[in-house]
């Protein structure tokens, strides 16, 4: 890894921290001020609905910022 690569995955990996984190935080937040004393019902559903997401966003959208895939050509390995 060239220090060029790794700079670029810093940044890239900051701004995603801003735009994902910063919102699930806001969210998280919002949910223990406004659930009252059954906040953790709320959170847990919260967290549920946010993993079904992330499952299916990260290995499409977050993961190929990062890394460069390619379909296996060897059929023996492939099988």
């Given at each position: 890894m060239s220090l060029s690569t790794f700079r670029?995955?810093?940044?890239?990996?900051?701004?995603?921290?801003?735009?994902?984190?910063?919102?699930?935080f806001?969210?998280?937040?919002?949910?223990?001020?406004?659930?009252?004393?059954y906040f953790y019902l709320y959170l847990g559903?919260?967290?549920?609905l946010m993993m079904i997401l992330m499952v299916n966003l990260i290995p499409n959208v977050?993961?190929?910022?990062?890394n460069k895939?390619?379909?296996?050509?060897d059929l023996e390995l492939k099988s």
């Amino acid at each position: 890894m060239s220090l060029s690569t790794f700079r670029s995955d810093k940044i890239k990996s900051w701004i995603l921290t801003v735009l994902f984190g910063g919102p699930i935080f806001y969210g998280i937040m919002k949910i223990i001020v406004w659930g009252g004393p059954y906040f953790y019902l709320y959170l847990g559903l919260f967290f549920i609905l946010m993993m079904i997401l992330m499952v299916n966003l990260i290995p499409n959208v977050i993961m190929p910022l990062f890394n460069k895939y390619t379909d296996l050509t060897d059929l023996e390995l492939k099988s």
